[in-house]
């Protein structure tokens, strides 16, 4: 698609940018709607990221536009809003999901749902970011949610960094007599 061409349907990079999202958007309504289904939050959150960001096929561009339309929306609040804004559908969807886990007893009483429904909406947008980056460069995963959603340990000090997979087990809690648990 060539610059002109674009220029000769969309008449600005905003109207562009809104038809864009309109259709991203009903493919998280599509992922909301089965992950809707699954009987549990943990359910639910993995349902969505295979239906709403895995279902885009070999094309990883459509999980790109949605991390980038994440971050513009904190930077530039006039592109947000609306029916068709994916990036408030998803974050409006994880907390729905939190508070119907709590209706039916799913988390404990006590649980700051509000830290919980933060990290689930940095987990769905870190998914996406890994999706739209191809994934790991070497084709492994040292982390797959779909596997399990409790790789993170509760109340862990954020680390933002690059490092191997030796320096990272350092930091990893494991019991050496059972390799198979979770860290």
């Known amino acids: 698609l060539t610059r002109p061409a674009i220029n000769n349907y969309f008449a600005s990079k905003s109207l562009l940018y809104r038809e864009v999202m309109c259709r991203t958007s009903n493919g998280v309504l599509e992922g909301i709607h089965e992950a809707s289904a699954a009987p549990t939050l943990g359910g639910q959150i993995v349902e969505f990221i295979q239906v709403a960001i895995l279902s885009q096929g070999a094309d990883p561009s459509v999980a790109g536009f949605l991390v980038q339309a994440a971050l513009q929306a904190k930077r530039r609040p006039e592109l947000g809003g609306g029916d068709s804004d994916a990036v408030m559908l998803i974050e409006q969807f994880v907390r729905d999901s939190v508070a119907a886990a709590v209706q039916r ?9 509000d830290a919980l429904t933060d990290t689930l909406i940095g987990v769905v947008w870190g998914m996406a970011f890994q999706i739209s980056s191809g994934g790991p460069r070497d084709g492994r995963r040292v982390v797959d949610f779909r596997d399990h959603n409790l790789h993170v340990v509760g109340y862990s000090v954020p680390v933002d960094a690059r490092m191997p997979l030796s320096e990272l087990r350092e930091h990893i809690h494991t019991l050496p007599d059972r390799p198979g648990l979770i860290p």
């Open 105 to 113: 007893g799913e988390l404990g009483p006590g649980l700051d749902t």
